[in-house]
């Protein structure tokens, strides 16, 4: 079975070492992604103070980008958004969040037959690459046609 990583030249940069994504086979495995813009420690949706301390974020705009880098990802490794079987979201504030979560996912992930299947869970933080903190971070698993 052939196997080769994603490093996609044009979503935002992973944090650590390890790839954007993984192909074995059909199956696509992406790595947790973040809302970091491309070549930036910027997180859309953050308010911060001159000192760069957080006073507010915005879960909406975290998502949307969040859901951009994963198209871009996906895209780059030969797949698309209706070739996601599963996913996983991670939340640092579910009591907060939950509502504008369920929104956003539905207008992203609308009920028929290619709805992946989902896990959501409450983390304590997330890994950010910067200075502020992110609210939200998903994985997905997809197939490549």
Not at 22 to 34: A, D
Request: aromatic share 8%; glycine share 8%.
């Amino acid at each position: 079975m052939s196997c080769n990583t994603i490093r996609s030249a044009t979503a935002a940069e992973p944090l650590g070492p390890y790839p954007h994504a993984r192909r074995v086979g059909n199956m696509l495995f992406l790595s947790g992604i973040g809302p970091r813009l491309k070549g930036s420690k910027d997180i859309p949706g953050a308010v911060v103070d001159a000192q760069g301390t957080l006073l507010d974020y915005d879960i909406e705009a975290e998502m949307r980008s969040c859901f951009e880098n994963i198209r871009t990802v996906l895209a780059d490794a030969g797949s698309s958004w209706d070739h996601i079987v599963d996913v996983t979201s991670f939340l640092t504030d579910m009591k907060r969040d939950w509502k504008t979560y369920n929104r956003v996912y539905a207008e992203f992930f609308p009920p028929g037959p290619n709805q992946p299947c989902r896990t959501t869970v409450e983390v304590s933080a997330l890994p950010t690459g910067g200075n502020t903190p992110i609210h939200f971070e998903i994985k997905v698993i997809a197939t490549v046609p």
